[in-house]
């Protein structure tokens, strides 16, 4: 069956960095988008942005193009959401989510990323 | 800046049907805006309703329908339960990678 797991949570100080995972597995990796989205606490989804696993090609939000940088390790089946310059308004849970050919299935369970000094 | 428009809430009565609709600040919606809908409960993950305008997943009830009306993306629910008390959030894509959710709707079953 379909599962995208993710890293657990994180704690960092303003100004650091965070690095969050998304492992994939019950179904061929490179066959699809995976993109990031994000929940601060109380409001909606926001998306961050989307990589090609096959060839590695991003697509970033122009609120997070000099903050975030998208990977993946296709020996894994591994992708990576690194966001730096941490703030507090950076505090979220941050969800990893499967697409192919416009139809968006499988979310990640989430990982919960907290801003605090 | 695209931004998508939702209807911060709405109520329902159960059995009764209600519309959510998804506008874009870009003009008409449109099936390439591929519309998606999706769903989520007190703290759970989202979960995928509609793909594609008004295609559902296996795991998506009958009473969810996808649409197109008046220039926006819409979804609707008939026959509503008090299990459909969420969440829900469109999803259109724009040019290259863009994909912009909306605010949500936050839909009461009363």
């Known amino acids: 069956q379909v599962q995208l797991m993710q890293s657990g949570a994180e704690v960092r100080k303003p100004g650091a960095s965070v690095k969050v995972s998304c492992k994939a597995s019950g179904y061929t990796f490179t066959n699809y988008f995976l993109h990031w989205v994000r929940q601060a606490p109380g409001q909606g989804l926001e998306w961050l942005g989307i990589i090609n696993t096959g060839s590695g090609d991003t697509g970033y939000s122009q609120k997070f193009q000099d903050r975030v940088t998208m990977t993946r390790d296709t020996s894994t089946s591994t992708v990576y959401m690194e966001l730096s310059s941490l703030i507090s308004e950076d505090t979220a849970i941050y969800y990893c989510?499967?697409?192919?050919?416009?139809?968006?299935?499988?979310w990640g369970q989430g990982t919960l990323v907290t801003v605090s000094s | 800046q695209t931004v998508v428009t939702q209807e911060p809430s709405l109520t329902v009565s159960p059995g009764g049907t209600v519309t959510l609709t998804c506008a874009s600040s870009?003009?008409?919606?449109?099936?390439?805006?591929?519309p998606n809908w999706f769903q989520q409960k007190p703290g759970q993950a989202p979960r995928t309703l509609i793909y594609n305008t008004n295609n559902r997943h296996s795991w998506t009830p009958a009473r969810f329908s996808g649409s197109l009306l008046g220039g926006k993306a819409a979804l609707t629910l008939s026959g509503v339960q008090p299990e459909d008390e969420a969440d829900y959030y469109c999803?259109?894509?724009?040019?290259?990678?863009?994909?912009?959710f909306g605010g949500g709707t936050k839909l009461t079953v009363l």
């Open positions: 999803l259109l894509f724009y040019d290259g990678f863009l994909r912009v």
């Open positions: 989510l499967r697409e192919r050919i416009s139809q968006f299935d499988y």
């Open positions: 870009t003009g008409a919606v449109t099936s390439t805006h591929y």
